[in-house]
């Protein structure tokens, strides 16, 4: 068991440097266009393969954080590939019934660790930091799922939400990519305090992806 779980370890490292890869050149190349798409359609296969062996890995190991990392990152770009395909539902167009069901189980997912996080604060079996990094985790699924889940109870009134919900989603989740990257690195080599990094991604990235979101929606509304 143990040498599958090791080559499940490097399957899951390498569909991950794809993942980082492939969503840096979405991310940076023009949108709309052949190298956005292809970079995005491997993107999201390989963060398909991430969340697999993620779990298993996860599971395995009892590593709670990269059940969490794994979860959250998935969610949001299965939310931000599916914008793709939901972009009416200002108007007579339903979700699916696997939307739904990837919201609830986010949720739920997401219910358990802010659960947990509380427990491992009040009982102190883990440090402080890391308590908190688990509350703090917990909480922000909790919002992703229901930033995701909201438009199919209450529609949308902007004929763009599709395209801010794909932004957001996809930016999420390649924030929560690369969390889980910086904090093994600088776990295995010390490189800096390991809560830290697992907060820096999310310190800088969420900011910028506000700015950004702020400025194609000021962009749309001009039009």
Not at 51 to 68: C, D, E, P, Q, R
Not at 74 to 99: A, E, I, M, N
Request: aromatic content about 16%; charged content about 10%.
């Amino acid at each position: 068991m143990e040498k599958a779980i090791q080559y499940i370890l490097y399957l899951h490292i390498l569909v991950g440097s794809i993942s980082l890869i492939s969503g840096a050149i979405s991310i940076f190349s023009t949108k709309g266009k052949t190298w956005h798409r292809q970079s995005g359609k491997l993107y999201f296969y390989a963060m398909t393969a991430v969340f697999v062996t993620g779990i298993v890995i996860a599971g395995y190991k009892m590593n709670h954080f990269l059940f969490l990392i794994a979860f959250l990152s998935y969610y949001s770009v299965f939310c931000g590939v599916r914008s793709l395909k939901l972009k009416k539902l200002h108007k007579t167009q339903l979700p699916k019934w696997y939307d739904w069901f990837a919201g609830i189980v986010n949720t739920l997912a997401n219910a358990i660790f802010l659960g947990l996080g509380l427990y491992y604060l009040l009982s102190e079996t883990v440090s402080t930091g890391a308590a908190l990094l688990t509350i703090g985790f917990g909480i922000g699924g909790l919002v992703i799922s229901y930033t995701n889940l909201k438009p199919f109870i209450i529609r949308p009134k902007e004929a763009y939400h599709w395209y801010m919900s794909h932004i957001g989603n996809m930016m999420g989740g390649y924030i929560a990519t690369f969390t889980a990257f910086l904090s093994t690195i600088v776990t295995r080599y010390d490189l800096m305090n390991p809560f830290l990094a697992f907060a820096l991604p999310s310190l800088i990235g969420i900011p910028l992806l506000i700015f950004w979101q702020k400025k194609v929606e000021k962009s749309f509304t001009k039009r």
